[in-house]
C-alpha cells in the first residue's frame, strides 16, 4: 500500500513562501553560539549561512533580529548552508511573516561572497 502524501501540508507550506534576506542573526546547536546570516525564511523554514555547519537533524534556535526567536530542525545542507524547518506554531506564523516582511526591507538580499 502506498501511502499518499498530505495535501494540506503542501498547501499550508505554500502559503508561507520563503523571503529572500541578509539578516545578521544568531544560532545555537549542540553548545554552539555563532553568528549566522539568515539568506531567506519564512514562518516554516530558513537557510542559514553559519560556520560550523549544524549536523543533519540537530535541533537549532535561531536568533533573527526584529524578527524573533525560533526553534527549529536542520533537514538539508546546500552546500555552505543549513536548510532549517522550523517548529513556528500555527498561531504565530502569521505574525512572524509580518516582521519578516519588514526586516527584509530593512535588509535585502545580495550577493553572497
Sequence with gaps: MTETP??????????FRRIGTHIEGRIVFAG???DCIVHEMSATGALIECLPLPALGA????????????RGTVI????????????????KRLK???RL?????????GDRD
Design 59 to 70: 535541533a537549532v534556535a535561531i536568533d533573527v533580529p526584529h524578527v524573533g526567536f525560533a
Design 76 to 91: 538539508r545542507h546546500d552546500d555552505d548552508l543549513a536548510c532549517i524547518e522550523l517548529a513556528t506554531a500555527s498561531g
Design 32 to 34: 554552539v553560539d555563532v
Design 101 to 109: 516582511i519588514l526586516a527584509a526591507f530593512r535588509n535585502p538580499p
Design 96 to 98: 512572524l511573516t509580518d
Design 6 to 15: 498530505d495535501k494540506s501540508d503542501d498547501a499550508e507550506r505554500r502559503l
